[in-house]
């Protein structure tokens, strides 16, 4: 059974097989060699090309050339079938790959402001509950660079400090909301430089949510967390106790972060926003109170919460 849901999650990433010999051969995909020579050993979970003579773990090979979901598959099955287990998965992990850096133009910086110094700026932040000990936390910044202008900024600090990132938000209603750097975000970790993690970190969506959680929170730039990701790779590596809270729409998304998480051996906690959409809406006192009430993940939760939904 197991087996062959092996050979299917295969046949997704690597084409179809054929049996020769007692081999499973695959198309490699290192060297991409016009006959099946990828040859596979489903009781090992191990891989060997008879051409390019690359061999390892298929779970490198997974994650190489697979999705997130692929391996999020994977470690599942290996995982039931052969009791591997977590520190194990841990440190077999390979390097992520560097995406190419997204790309920041300089010259946003030097032209800028503290957000609190801009009338307009502070208005709409005050609206969304933002103090200014929050602006002056998180460097937001008002540009005077014309396709910047009326957007607070958010640099992103990398670990050695220097800005690696930065999201752009309007505050007049008259553009486009959010403005991003183009290019990967596998490589970043919003502000890593205040991220301390043998603390519990929050994840969040966006960047308005993560500032009423402060400190060590980590927004995702989005509803979902990468296996191969730089974020994911630290996660698992300190076994850092993490708490997701995404917006109210995305309670799927959150459960299977929390899922990932948690077979990786984090200890993973959620909380499922009721009355409001999100956490950038609420006050600190609010956010906070989320965060208190949060439940640590088990899949009894999960299977409770599907059944009442
Ligand atoms: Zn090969």
Redesign the pocket.
């Known amino acids: 059974m197991k087996q062959t849901e092996k050979i299917s999650l295969l046949q997704s990433i690597f084409g179809n097989y054929k049996f020769y010999n007692q081999e499973y051969l695959f198309y ?6 016009k006959n099946q ?2 040859s596979i050993n489903l009781e090992k979970n191990c891989y060997k ?6 061999h390892g773990k298929l779970y490198h090979a997974i994650k190489t050339f697979g999705s997130g979901q692929d391996l999020y598959n994977w470690v599942k099955l290996v995982k039931i079938n052969e009791n591997l287990n977590f520190s194990t998965i841990v440190k077999n992990k390979l390097q992520t790959k560097v995406a190419t850096i997204p790309n920041v133009p300089d010259f946003i910086f030097p032209n800028v402001e503290p957000a609190y110094k801009n009338k307009q700026a502070l208005k709409y932040l005050e609206s969304r509950h933002i103090t200014k000990q929050d602006i002056v936390n998180w460097r937001m910044t008002v540009s005077i660079d014309r396709n910047y202008r009326n957007r607070i900024i958010f640099p992103s600090l990398n670990q050695f400090g220097q800005i690696n990132y930065f999201v752009a938000r309007d505050y007049t209603g008259r553009q486009l909301d959010y403005l991003i750097p183009s290019g990967s975000k596998l490589s970043i970790i919003f502000n890593e430089l205040f991220i301390d993690w043998q603390q519990p970190i929050v994840l969040t969506e966006g960047v308005f949510d993560a500032v009423k959680v402060f400190p060590n929170s980590i927004p995702l730039l989005g509803k979902i967390l990468s296996s191969h990701s730089l974020l994911f790779e630290k996660l698992t590596h300190h076994q850092t106790d993490v708490f997701v809270i995404l917006d109210r729409d995305a309670k799927k998304d959150a459960f299977f972060i929390a899922e990932m998480l948690s077979m990786y051996g984090n200890k993973v906690f959620v909380y499922s926003i009721k009355d409001k959409e999100d956490l950038g809406v609420m006050t600190h006192q609010e956010a906070q109170k989320c965060l208190s009430e949060s439940k640590l993940f088990t899949h009894k939760m999960k299977i409770q919460d599907l059944l009442e939904n």
Do not use: I
């Open positions: 490699c995909k290192f060297c991409n060699h020579r990828f090309c008879w051409v390019c003579k690359k």
